[in-house]
């Protein structure tokens, strides 16, 4: 994956009217590959089965391992006292809102119907035209920095004059974007620095003041931005390869949600997809992270049949409790053998990939938990080939694709 990027030219069109979701369907433009992605990186859309990939989706352990198999074990935090959260009682604002349990654009509902776009950074007309074509109306950009899980590239010019340009073209196209910053994280933790004692002040503020090259409106400014996630699926305290204890965890989101709402007020910030919450032995202080009044939503990822059967049920009826929306931050429906029986993230065809694919949807529109969710996102949409190993989910994938429009 070791290739130059080349810059991309975004001609704005029109700027679709914020707080609904086209019905029109637009069709991709024709591309030709994916688009070069990091500098060093693997690609995490496609490879050998029974390897492990990068965090961002990385293979782990099924989450029914036993509790004597996990050391230390840290004991259980007391539970935090639910404090329900306020529903905003402002104006209608093009900014996306929490709304009570959900979110509003304009004081009306906004359901978010997501998917990352990794891989595609390159070709952000098409990526937002396939988008349309699937009736979503937002893009989540992972992985995002032109160099795999590099410090010195977080605030390069070439990573971000690209993310100008797709956010640009996301919003002549009517969508929404979310920014993970997941490998910011990665990158403090490939340079040899502990990722969650270290200040992450110093990069958000410069996310919130940065001033689009494409658009020129601030960051901070900018409707376009639904979210911010900080780091999706941080690697648990009791598991292997811990980035930090469970305090300073609970604390760096305390501390970095705390930041980002003083730098970018009118973008809601959260703690990006909780994974493990249905170890207790995991050491991930979920409820206090989920309690934290500065983070937006309660949000979990669905990889394996705990995560489904025990995670996404306890954090609805959890969030319910707390007066503030939950969201189904990740899921996948891959393309390859499973890796065992606790595995939702392979399947071994379009049609059991499509199956796993409507029972997610039906996940999103609530009809299994106690609250529904302000909506989800899947990992990852995109055009090409049907070959093993790929999560991208497009048009080679037809009963798939149908599946999630």
Not at 355 to 374: F, K, N
Request: proline content about 8%; glycine content about 8%; hydrophobic content about 40%.
């Amino acid at each position: 994956m070791i290739r130059t990027l080349s810059a991309v030219t975004v001609f704005l069109v029109a700027t679709a009217a914020w707080g609904a979701t086209s019905a029109t369907r637009l069709t991709a433009a024709p591309r030709g590959s994916a688009g070069v992605q990091a500098t060093t990186a693997p690609d995490i859309r496609l490879k050998a089965l029974g390897t492990e990939r990068p965090s961002s989706k990385s293979p782990r352990q099924p989450r029914h391992t036993s509790a004597s198999s996990l050391t230390p074990k840290a004991t259980a935090p007391p539970e935090p006292i639910p404090v329900p959260t306020p529903v905003s009682k402002r104006g209608p604002s093009p900014f996306v809102t929490v709304c009570g349990t959900g979110l509003c654009v304009d004081d009306a509902p906004f359901r978010e119907r997501g998917a990352t776009a990794y891989g595609q950074y390159n070709d952000p007309v098409s990526e937002v035209g396939l988008a349309r074509r699937a009736d979503l109306n937002t893009l989540e950009l992972v992985e995002f920095d032109t160099r795999y899980h590099t410090l010195s590239d977080t605030e390069s010019s070439a990573t971000w004059d690209r993310v100008d340009a797709f956010i640009a073209a996301a919003r002549a196209g009517g969508l929404h974007v979310v920014l993970n910053l997941s490998e910011y994280g990665q990158s403090l933790q490939a340079a040899g620095k502990a990722p969650v004692t270290t200040d992450w002040g110093p990069y958000l503020n410069f996310i919130a003041t940065r001033v689009n090259t494409v658009t020129g409106v601030k960051y901070a400014n900018d409707p376009t931005i639904a979210m911010v996630e900080l780091w999706g699926e941080i690697p648990a305290p009791n598991y292997p390869k811990p980035v930090g204890t469970a305090l300073q965890i609970t604390d760096f989101y305390a501390r970095s949600l705390a930041e980002w709402k003083a730098d970018a007020p009118h973008i809601l910030a959260s703690s990006g997809g909780l994974s493990y919450i249905n170890d207790a032995h995991s050491g991930i202080d979920w409820k206090s992270i989920m309690a934290n009044p500065d983070n937006a939503s309660c949000d979990v990822e669905v990889n394996s049949t705990g995560d489904l059967s025990v995670s996404v049920p306890s954090v609805a009826a959890y969030c319910k409790s707390l007066g503030k929306p939950w969201f189904l931050a990740a899921w996948s429906s891959c393309y390859g053998a499973p890796r065992g029986a606790w595995d939702l993230d392979y399947w071994s065809s379009d049609s059991a990939m499509s199956a796993h694919a409507r029972a997610m949807v039906s996940v999103a529109s609530g009809a299994s938990t106690a609250i529904a969710p302000l909506g989800d996102d899947f990992w990852n949409i995109g055009g090409g080939t049907a070959v093993i190993g790929t999560c991208d989910i497009g048009p080679q994938f037809p009963l798939t694709f149908a599946a999630i429009t």
